[in-house]
């Protein structure tokens, strides 16, 4: 694990930025609480990333997470689908609307790749990695690889969701992951929030404050 002082990124770092979409900040179909308040601190870390990619949760209209797609069923209900439990959501970030677009306050020129996720009808995908069904691979573990990265920072959108899937899964493929919890926001479902602590100390994911990178570089 990485101790949580200040440190500098470099060539084998990666900040991925999780879900900064107008769905998932107040006002849009699925608000994250206070979700818009993570987007000047996200740009502050990327700005001291040499490699920074960005997520987008772009999924089909009819698309299976959506409770509209389960007649009778309500948002945040579980049903059982074909890979286990899933949870329903309002329609949202749907394919080339607003609600899936970047906030237009994300200000991150030197991204290098935004990789869209949850675009199988059938398929949620919490995880920038794999989908829910836990098999299908995203292409991203592979995207990193290739090019060098050793160590995964994450900030973003929820974080009891795509932010702590993603994070378990990078820890699980080999990666070291620390997460800046500072610049994510829960979206709190049955205790999710308390319970992504809790799996992050199980499986050796670090939480540390986005200070670690800001307050580093000023000391520079
Ligand atoms: C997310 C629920 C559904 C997320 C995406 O970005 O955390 N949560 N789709
Ligand atoms: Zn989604």
Request: glycine share 8%.
């Given at each position: ?143 990193l690889r290739e ?55 199980a499986l050796g ?16």
């Amino acid at each position: 694990m990485i101790a949580p002082e200040a440190y500098v990124p470099g060539s084998s770092d990666v900040l991925l930025v999780v879900d900064i979409q107008h769905d998932f900040c107040p006002g849009g179909a699925l608000a994250v609480p206070r979700g818009d308040e993570v987007i000047s601190a996200v740009n502050a870390l990327a700005r001291h990333f040499p490699h920074v990619v960005l997520t987008q949760d772009w999924h089909p209209s009819g698309h299976l997470s959506f409770a509209s797609s389960h007649p009778g069923a309500r948002p945040y209900e579980t049903v059982d689908v074909d890979y286990g439990a899933q949870i329903l959501w309002p329609d949202h970030c749907v394919q080339g609307t607003r609600g899936a677009a970047f906030r237009p306050e994300l200000d991150v020129p030197h991204a290098e790749l935004v990789l869209r996720k949850g675009y199988h009808r059938g398929i949620d995908s919490y995880s920038a990695f794999y989908e829910n069904d836990r098999r299908t691979p995203t292409g991203l573990a592979s995207y990193l690889r290739e090019r060098g990265i050793r160590r995964v920072f994450m900030a973003g959108l929820a974080f009891d969701f795509c932010v702590r899937f993603s994070a378990e899964d990078a820890r699980r493929i080999g990666f070291d992951v620390v997460v800046f919890d500072d610049a994510c926001r829960a979206i709190d479902v049955g205790g999710s929030a308390a319970a992504t602590y809790e799996q992050f100390q199980a499986l050796g994911i670090a939480c540390h404050p986005s200070a670690c990178v800001t307050d580093a570089a000023a000391q520079r």
